[in-house]
Nanobody, 120 residues
Framework: QVQVVESGGGLVQAGGSLRLSCVAS????????MAWYRQAPGKQREWVAL???????NYADSMKGRFTISRDNAKNMVYLQMNSLKPEDTAVYSC??????????????WGQGTQVTVSS
């Protein structure tokens, strides 16, 4: 089994910054990609950013230039640096880990999420 835990959320003023962290642990053989998603109340889940095992990054259009995804492969961690935050960025941010383990083929693992609230 693979466990995924996010941290770093909180309350921030519009225009401010937050850095989210996500760590994967357990019976991991190889992590293929790590990504961030978010979901605001009453809205569908939205993809934010992704980083592959090769280091390629991709962002949703609304996050380009403001958010940066990075990783530390040795620690099975991924980060999301969020700058110039807006009230519409308020959401629960969840970490997705696509990985193979010693007990299963490739599948997605999810953390429980961390709340980000941006005030006006």
């Amino acid at each position: 089994q693979v466990q995924v835990v996010e941290s770093g959320g909180g309350l921030v003023q519009a225009g401010g910054s937050l850095r989210l962290s996500c760590v994967a642990s357990g019976s991991i053989y190889r992590i293929e990609s790590m990504a961030w998603y978010r979901q605001a109340p009453g809205k569908q889940r939205e993809w934010v950013a992704l980083i592959t095992s090769a280091g390629t990054t991709n962002y949703a259009d609304s996050m380009k230039g403001r958010f940066t995804i990075s990783r530390d492969n040795a620690k099975n961690m991924v980060y999301l640096q969020m700058n110039s935050l807006k009230p519409e960025d308020t959401a629960v941010y969840s970490c997705n880990v696509r990985a193979t383990s010693f007990l299963s083929a490739m599948r997605d693992y999810w953390g429980q999420g961390t709340q980000v609230t941006v005030s006006s």
